[in-house]
């Protein structure tokens, strides 16, 4: 008699899952390798940016109490006293009447509080420049402190390192970056049916996808996965390796095997490890079998052999304690919502987790099944970018329904056209201002 699994949530599952979540180490790595990590101690700003008053402009520094009549009619007259380029500094004091030539990124020189952009002075001698405006007191200036002041938490430990996150350790001076340490992920496959990548197919058989899908999600959650092999469906042997390889690694994936028919040995080897069985039915859809153990503090995620139920399983419960070992404090998919393009008539009782695609239709986030909704279908994978979250129950889903979708990392970005088509549509107020 096969045993009756009783399914649990998907929230009370990953709540069970979370509470063996542990944070890693740090390690250092240099700048140039720091970009996709994830930051090891909070980021703060060690002085202030700018870190002396400069000039966002190419321009004149002056005084402006000196332009106070200044006017088409009534030009001022200004005596260029010096130039400086980015990075000089003018030695001298500005006085009366006085001008600096000033070039964007320069500090102003003592005695200037403003600048005047090249474009609306007028050179009128050799040495001489005419200003036809009033220029305010701190116009054109970038003050101390005004982008970051010293102290300031910038980014918090555990932060992803983004293109904006490594131009902050550059401002503050981190050639070596300190990082989360990658959790290290051991992946073994089970199954008497797997050939591998590079073998030809033979009647019965299919090659081992889940490994290869498993180590590209480990490594855009930001883990470092280890592959330790695809092993036929015999107990000892799956035994041995799921034994050895725990204690390699932080966590252990295996995939197949954690079903209820005469292979699926997963169970037999968690009992025979003496490891903690948080659960092993999950009331969701594809990944209902997703099981997961501990062993002396460590997880075992079970995921299913099915391409689509191994993929959900690793999305909803391994990704969160990836991150959460990266010191990530955004450790799940992120959800929003969206309108479902088209009819969903299946009704499940199960939560189910489907691969959608989300588009901007110009007002609101579409979403569309992608492929077959069956949890052996590896074809939709590719195309998803958002699971769709429809609740279990006894209804299906309508067109025009507003949807829950949990995004999926993607790199991808838009057509040019439709993002040319967004800023044509936009609202924009007339302006006949230049500069
Ligand atoms: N009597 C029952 N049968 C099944 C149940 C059930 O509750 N009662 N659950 C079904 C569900 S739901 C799923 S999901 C699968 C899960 O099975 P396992 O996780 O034990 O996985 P396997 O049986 O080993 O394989 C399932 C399927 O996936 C293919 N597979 C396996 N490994 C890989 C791999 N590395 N790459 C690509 N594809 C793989 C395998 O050939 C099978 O077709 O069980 C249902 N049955
Ligand atoms: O675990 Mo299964 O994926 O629910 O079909």
Redesign the pocket.
């Known amino acids: 008699m096969?045993e009756k699994?009783k399914p649990i949530k998907v929230e009370e599952a990953l709540k069970r899952v979370l509470q063996y979540a542990k944070n890693g180490s740090t390690e250092y790595v240099s700048i140039e390798e720091s970009y996709g990590r994830f930051l090891g101690e909070d980021l703060v700003a060690t002085h202030d940016v700018p870190f002396f008053d400069r000039s966002p402009y190419d321009g004149y520094a002056i005084r402006s109490v000196d332009t106070v009549s200044a006017s088409r009619n009534n030009p001022i007259e200004f005596k260029v006293v010096g130039e400086i380029g980015a990075g000089s500094v003018f030695e001298g004091v500005v006085g009366e009447n006085e001008a600096v030539r000033i070039m964007t990124g320069a500090q102003i020189p003592e005695g200037a509080d403003c600048v005047i952009m090249l474009e609306l002075v007028t050179e009128s001698g050799e040495q001489t420049i005419q200003i036809k405006r009033q220029v305010k007191q701190g116009e054109n200036i970038s003050f101390i402190g005004e982008d970051t002041k010293k102290g300031t938490v910038l980014a918090s430990k555990g932060t992803y390192i983004n293109p904006g996150v490594v131009a902050l350790l550059a401002t503050f001076g981190y050639k070596q970056v300190p990082v989360s340490a990658k959790p290290k992920i051991g992946i073994i496959?089970?199954?008497s049916?797997?050939l591998e990548v590079d073998q030809p197919l033979e009647p019965g058989k299919?090659?081992?996808?889940?490994?290869y899908m498993i180590m590209a999600q480990i490594e855009r959650a930001g883990g470092e996965p280890i592959y330790f092999g695809?092993f036929k469906?015999d107990l000892r042997t799956c035994y041995e390796q799921v034994k050895n390889t725990l204690e390699h690694v932080d966590f252990l994936i295996t995939?197949?095997?954690?079903?209820?028919?005469d292979?699926?040995y997963?169970p037999a080897i968690y009992e025979m490890l003496g490891a903690e069985v948080l659960f092993n039915?999950i009331a969701m859809?594809?990944?209902?079998?997703t099981t997961i153990a501990v062993k002396d503090g460590k997880l075992l995620f079970?995921?299913?052999?099915?391409?689509s139920?191994?993929y959900v399983g690793c999305e909803l419960f391994v990704k969160p304690i990836l991150r959460t070992f990266l010191h990530n404090q955004n450790p799940v998919l992120k959800r929003t919502q969206a309108i479902l393009g088209q009819d969903f008539p299946k009704a499940n009782p199960f939560d189910r987790f489907v691969r959608g695609y989300v588009t901007f239709d110009g007002s609101q986030l579409l979403v569309h099944p992608v492929g077959l909704d069956k949890?052996?279908v590896?074809s939709s994978l590719a195309g998803a970018n958002v699971l769709l979250v429809l609740p279990g129950g006894t209804r299906g889903f309508s067109k025009g329904m507003k949807v829950d979708v949990l995004l999926l990392e993607d790199q991808e970005g838009a057509p040019v056209d439709t993002f040319l088509a967004g800023f044509e549509k936009l609202n924009r107020g007339d302006s006949d201002e230049v500069i």
Request: glycine fraction near 16%.
């Open positions: 096969v699994r496959a089970t199954g049916e797997l299919i090659r081992n996808s889940n490994t695809q469906d995939t197949g095997g954690v079903s209820v028919g292979y699926d997963l039915k859809r594809p990944g209902s079998v079970g995921l299913s052999g099915n391409p139920a191994c949890s052996n590896v």
